[in-house]
């Protein structure tokens, strides 16, 4: 069974563009989340999508929103990018998107904002 | 509140055990997790704990819960070059908001 997928792997943009970065969960996962990486802040929680819907939000801007299709691939947007939105950018993927489900996560997408 | 901490670095001899530490201040706080990065990569689920055990092994892993000091350990045995990596515990809680709360991590450097 093919693991989480996150394409593109890395990515340059300049201040003040926009990036979409998409996640293709295991097959059968319908429960995708989204997670920054910072070495400044570590690991942060920005939101969870499960059927469509968009179930849980971190503390992140309304810069930051995504989307889940019918298909449980997800895609991330981060608008007017900034110098600090630099990181790895990690999906998780889950069966059913309970409490304890085990969530499987993507090699990343790194974004470098110049 | 929501805060897991972890010591940032710990270096041990091939061959030896490690004994990763991690605490933890959410008291609802069900499902604890240990995950590895290793360098360019995302994060691999090692091994979980539910709250209501105590302790768990799983081949060269063993996973011990305190939940009274809120203390979490990672310890693997015959540690090996290959175990180099940041190991992060994370944290979820069982009610309300599903996400993980991650620690810093922890960076294991195995020497030969």
């Known amino acids: 069974k093919a693991g989480v997928t996150q394409t593109p792997r890395y990515l340059i943009k300049t201040r003040g563009q926009q990036v979409t970065l998409s996640c293709s969960p295991i097959s059968g996962h319908r429960s995708v989340s989204w997670y920054q990486q910072t070495p400044g802040q570590g690991l942060q929680f920005l939101f969870e999508y499960f059927s469509e819907t968009q179930r849980n939000k971190g503390n992140f801007p309304g810069r930051f929103s995504g989307r889940q299709f019918s298909n449980s691939r997800s895609e991330m947007n981060v608008s007017t990018l900034e110098l600090g939105d630099s990181a790895l950018y990690l999906c998780?993927?889950?069966?059913?998107?309970?409490?304890?489900?085990?969530?499987?996560f993507g090699p990343g997408t790194r974004l470098t904002v110049l | 509140g929501e805060d897991v901490e972890q010591s940032l670095f710990l270096s041990v001899r091939e061959g030896d055990s490690s004994v990763i530490n991690c605490t933890y201040t959410?008291?609802?706080?069900?499902?604890l997790y240990w995950y590895k990065q290793e360098p360019g990569a995302g994060l691999q689920l090692l091994t979980y704990i539910f709250s209501n055990m105590d302790m768990k092994q799983d081949q060269r892993l063993t996973v011990l819960l305190n939940k009274k000091d809120k203390h979490l350990s990672l310890r693997i045995a015959d540690t090996q070059t290959g175990d180099s990596a940041i190991y992060f515990c994370?944290?979820?809680?069982?009610?309300?908001?599903?996400?993980?709360?991650f620690g810093s991590g922890t960076r294991l450097q195995v020497q030969p």
């Open positions: 994370a944290e979820e809680r069982s009610t309300g908001r599903r996400a993980l709360t």
């Open positions: 998780a993927s889950s069966w059913g998107g309970s409490h304890g489900d085990e969530q499987f």
């Open positions: 959410d008291s609802s706080s069900t499902y």
